[in-house]
């Protein structure tokens, strides 16, 4: 036998007490059970041991005496409620130590709907013909598309010049925040350096911004069909998406009346998508201010991903949002990656628009302490960015897009021209989206199945847009050569024309076009 004396503080009595009448008070002596032991009884210390404290909450102060055989472990945890309140001691009872390393909750709600689809599509290309990516929005895969001579240059000189080798400040170098501002800054959305943060990518830029507006238990509206990142950030974070649609019919306008429908006392932010991926699309000025009207009646801040900004044709023109807006505060995400066509730079941004000081000192102090998680995003890029943003000449700009929208109408009429498909003309970025009339492809179940196919037969891999929560159409990816674009939707046509079904309504549907 051993006796193991535990010292105990229980809330006991809500009402200070004397040392002269504590005795009635230590009468009270509860059973505590332990495992392994026969019993676990409470005596009061003596009088001489009691501490009190002087405030309305008083805490006696137990011996605990625990009885055991001497073949037992040492008691080293007891865990006791009183009044609802725990207090631990340590472990009870040692068990022997095992490996028990499990992935956090965080990671196991971390999801990417795009690489969970393609990667479930168990399928290999036909080995007669050469295969055509017009998957991934990454515009150096062909090399048809490099950057201007500058921007490398601007690169080359700051890494020659050792003065960019340390650490940043976490969200960037004051002179680099000043480039971006100046770059940016209108009178309709004045920018000063302390609005701007820098961030490793538009993808990070997006993920700051969700976790500054919102907490867990929260919701924030999506566009569908929008970019997958955004629910992957969110769901991992414990915010709900709510999808607001958009209308293939009108361009990929926003269903206003759904999107104001969905908002309700957890929403936290809206996001606007402009231009679009994947759909292409470019919201008029008219458009954006009734958008802007629904955030204000709502009280609802936005945050605009603005990565493909300036990235329209030419028949179209783009607005940034915080130009049109009086009074919603907006964090607008942008970078590199795409305009300058480096997305492997990770160089992006958050620009703060809050003329109202809606947002005040604390968005923007949760914005500084978010970054400081890594520190911010590459030096040496940095270090190139008032040269690159102040002198790529408008010529790189404009031959890009020209290239992009020859593209785009090329496989915009390749398309239209196809029974079953119904493309919608994009106005810029560098996607195209095409409607299914699974109608008329009754073998296959959904765009998934479409896709697959259509890579196992005819080697052109196409996006299914249930990755984009958008079931029965496909993105196609506009940023690839001429000719591999003809070729691909060669083959397209090809493989509709093979599986197609209702042939007796082609015609009407060529007339209809």
Avoid at 228 to 237: E, I, N
Wanted: with cysteine; charged share 20%; aromatic share 8%.
């Amino acid at each position: 036998m051993h006796s193991i004396l535990l010292l105990l503080r229980l809330p006991w009595c809500a009402e200070p007490v004397s040392a002269e009448n504590s005795r009635q008070h230590l009468g009270i002596c509860p059973t505590v059970h332990l495992p392994g032991f026969s019993s676990a009884l409470c005596r009061p210390r003596s009088a001489q041991e009691i501490h009190f404290t002087q405030t309305t909450l008083r805490m006696d102060s137990y011996l605990i005496q625990v009885n055991g055989h001497g073949d037992h472990a040492p008691v080293l945890d007891v865990h006791l409620k009183t009044n609802g309140n725990s207090i631990s001691l340590g472990k009870v009872k040692g068990r022997k130590p095992r490996w028990a390393v499990r992935a956090s909750e965080m990671s196991k709600k971390t999801f990417n709907p795009v690489r969970a689809i393609v990667d479930s599509m168990k399928v290999e290309p036909n080995p007669k013909k050469a295969m055509i990516s017009l998957s991934l929005g990454d515009p150096t895969v062909f090399g048809n598309l490099p950057t201007n001579d500058e921007v490398t240059r601007a690169v080359k000189e700051v890494l020659d010049s050792g003065c960019y080798n340390g650490y940043a400040p976490s969200v960037g170098y004051q002179s680099c925040r000043e480039a971006v501002a100046a770059y940016y800054n209108c009178p309709e959305a004045p920018l000063e350096a302390q609005d701007v943060i820098l961030t490793s990518g538009c993808s990070q830029a997006i993920e700051l911004a969700l976790a500054v507006l919102a907490n867990p238990g929260q919701n924030i509206l999506v566009p569908r069909p929008g970019f997958s990142l955004y629910k992957t950030l969110a769901l991992s974070m414990g915010i709900e998406v709510k999808l607001y649609n958009l209308l293939p019919e009108k361009a990929w306008e926003i269903d206003l009346k759904h999107l104001e429908s969905l908002v309700d006392e957890k929403t936290a932010c809206l996001i606007v998508n402009n231009p679009s991926n994947p759909c292409g699309s470019v919201f008029s000025k008219s458009h954006l201010q009734k958008i802007l009207a629904v955030a204000s009646r709502q009280c609802v801040p936005i945050l605009a991903d603005e990565i493909y900004g300036d990235m329209v044709f030419a028949d179209c023109k783009y607005e940034p949002i915080a130009t049109l807006s009086t009074n919603v505060p907006i964090l607008s995400c942008g970078g590199l990656a795409k305009r300058w066509l480096v997305p492997g730079w990770r160089m992006g941004w958050i620009l703060i628009h809050d003329r109202r000081d809606i947002f005040g000192n604390e968005i923007r102090d949760g914005l500084l302490r978010l970054s400081q998680r890594i520190l911010g995003p590459c030096t040496i890029v940095q270090g190139a960015l008032e040269r690159i943003l102040h002198r790529t000449p408008p010529e790189f700009y404009h031959n890009t897009l020209s290239i992009l929208k020859s593209n785009a109408d090329l496989c915009y009429a390749a398309l239209s021209a196809i029974p079953g498909l119904q493309p919608v003309r994009p106005a810029g970025a560098m996607y195209l989206m095409v409607e299914i009339e699974m109608e008329h492809f009754p073998e296959f179940e959904n765009d998934v199945e479409f896709t697959e196919r259509l890579i196992s037969e005819q080697s052109v891999f196409c996006l299914p847009a249930t990755c984009f929560e958008y079931p029965n159409f496909f993105r196609v990816v506009i940023t690839v050569p001429e000719e591999m674009i003809l070729e691909a939707c060669s083959r397209i046509q090809e493989f509709c024309e093979m599986h197609y079904q209702g042939a007796e309504g082609a015609q009407d549907l060529e007339c209809d076009k």
